[in-house]
Structure formats: C-alpha cells, structure tokens
C-alpha cells in the first residue's frame, strides 16, 4: 500500500470513529432526554407523568431486544448495511415523534426509536474494535463509553435549555443529526470485515448460541443486567422524584455534570485498563460507587432546596463510578470473544438496557412503601450483589484472555 493509500484509508478510519462517537452519543441522549421532560409531556398531553414513564420502557424493551440480534447479524451481513437499516428507522421515529400529538402516538415512536437505535447501537461497538488495534481496545472502550455517559448527562441538559423553544425541537435536532449520519453511511466505503460466511437465520442463530454456551459470557450477562439497576436507577428514580417538584433547568444541570464526570472517568478508564489492568480499574469504580450511595442515603428528602448540594455531590459521585464501570465491562465484552465481537456486544447491550426497561418496575415497590431513600437503600444492596458478581466475572474473564492470547502466539 502506497502512503497516499494509507493516508486515504487512515483519514477514513478518522472520520468514521467521528461519526461512530456521534451515534453513540445519540443513544443515551434519546434515552434520557426524557427525564427531563416529563412535566412539560405531561402538560402537552393532558396526563399524569406516571403515564408519560410508560415511554421509557417504550423504546428501552424494543431497544434491548432488537441488540441480542443486531450485532449477530452484523457479523454475518457487515457493520454499515445493518447501521444504514437502523438510522433509516431512527430518523423515521424521530419525524414521528415530532409530529406526536398525543401520547398513544408518542409512545408508538417511542417503540420505533427502540428498534431503530436497536440495530445500531451494538454494531457501534463493534466496528469500533474492527477499526482498532488489539492494544488499542481498551481506550477506546473508554472514550465510547465516555461518550455514552456524556450523553446520559448532556441530554437532559439540552433538553432543559430547549424547553423554551418547545419540546419538539429536541426530537428535530436529533432528527438532523440521524439524516448526517445515514448519509455518511450511505456514500461511504465499505472494507469492513464480515466474520461469519453464512447468511441464514441457522447461521445468525450460531452465533448467539455459540457465545451463550460460554459461563464467562453468561456472567458477564448477569454482571451487567445486575449494573442497569445502580448508576442509571439512581438517575431515573432521583429525575422522576424531582419532576414537577424542582426546576427542570436545575435537574439538568446535575445530571449534565454527573454525566460530564462519566464521561471524563470513562475516557480515564480505557487508559487506566491499558496500564493498571482492569481488576485495578474496578476496584475504583465499584469505591466511587458506594461513596454515591452513602451520601444519597443519608440525604432523605431530596426534593428540599437546602441538600441540593449533597444531592449533586452523590449524583455526580454516581456518574464517575458509571463511567469506569460501564467501560470495564465494554472492554470484555470484545476481548473475551474476538472472533464474534458482534454477537457478544449485542448480548451485552441487550443485557445492560433490559435492565434498565426494568428499573421503573422492580423499584417501584421500594418507592411506594419507602420513598426515594427506600429505593436508594435498595440499590446499596443491588450495589454489594453487583460488586460480588464483578469480582467473578473479572478473574474467570483473565483466565479466558490469558488463553485466548496463548493460542494466536502459537
């Protein structure tokens, strides 16, 4: 190859990990914006926000769903025919959900958006690792998920500044930038590697069976659906205790530096992976971890103006142990089985966001009896299980590496 060849291929590399950031920004953006939106929603279409929080299983069950298969089918069809497919029907959710003009249709765009962003979503990942170097994976599992936690964050801050604009120009921004994306996808060249040399439903049904066959991939299933029920429930029962209570411009601010703090330990994890290792990364996160819920416990009532700050404080504390977490169990998920990293990040993306279409559900009785610092006790406990389970998973999950490295040196 040239240098003018290779110059060619590397500013292609450049732009794609550009547009892959990009989406991957997008999702969390989605998913959260409407957190802060719940009041206004709410007024527009004449119901209770506890009918409004039926949109965030919505899109998160379709979501989760469509990504056991997505990253499969990705191995077998290519990375950017399978993302061209689920921007077409994101950027088709998204004009939907500008045109709502009840909740029935709300809540169909809702489950459209799922299943759009469910195609794309693992399939980013992936291709992230098939543009990388192995040496490389781990930061750039951080910066994805640094961008993941950014949008967590950053989505109910836009929201809260576009408010007073109307609501409906948050879905048009997001409509814009989907129609940027698809055309890049569109004009763009495809090397991108397929792994699997079949096409049928048997094939794409081997791929997901081949990885659920593995206790390493099956634990890191559990790790992760067990993690969706401690950074993200704090921040959905924490904004849905807030709305209509305190400013929405307020509860973005917070949530925008919680996920400013992800985003930022997230960028630091892939790095820290790299050269610490990441049992050592865990451990700091799983620290950050209950330091957030300590300080959420002993709060009470959040909704009093005078612990505003102690709740950001343990919100934010929330963020940063989300950022190193979600990045460690990203990197495992396409270390662990490189040959189809496309399956194991859907099985692993569905897992994270099944849980989190679970949260409103399986906290909610906590909430009815004891209040928001019932559930925040809850998810101490979820915290101890998580913290079990992940301390497993990360010394079979070295043994599997350390194999796995031995056979390609052979």
Known sequence: MSQDERMQVSSYSRFLEFIIYILFFLGPLMGNVIMVLLHVLSQDFQVSINAILIAIPAFMIPFAITQLFAGAISDIKGRIPVLIFGLLLFALAMLTTTLSFNLEVFIISNILAGIGFGFINPVLIALMSDLTSPSMIPSKMGYLGATANLGVGIGPLIASQMIGIGW???????????????????????????????SNFKA???????????????????????????????????????????EESLTGIILGLAGVGGAITGALAGNLIRKKGVRFTIFIGIVMMFFSMIVLITIGDITREVVSIPLAVGWIAGGFAGGILFTSMAYYSQVLSPERRGALAGLFTASYFIGIALVPITLSPFSDIFGITGVYIAIFFISIIYTLVILILSKIASSTILNKEIQLNL
């Open 168 to 198: 409906r120009s948050v879905y048009i921004l997001f409509f814009i930038i989907t129609c940027f994306c698809l055309i890049y996808m569109f004009i763009t060249k495809r090397p991108l590697k397929i792994i699997s040399k079949g």
């Open 204 to 246: 794409l049904m081997g791929q997901i069976s081949n990885e659920m066959q593995k206790k390493v991939v099956i634990l890191l299933l559990v790790t992760t659906f067990v993690y969706s029920h401690t950074y993200l429930a704090v921040t959905i029962w924490t904004s849905r205790t807030l709305a209509g209570v305190v």
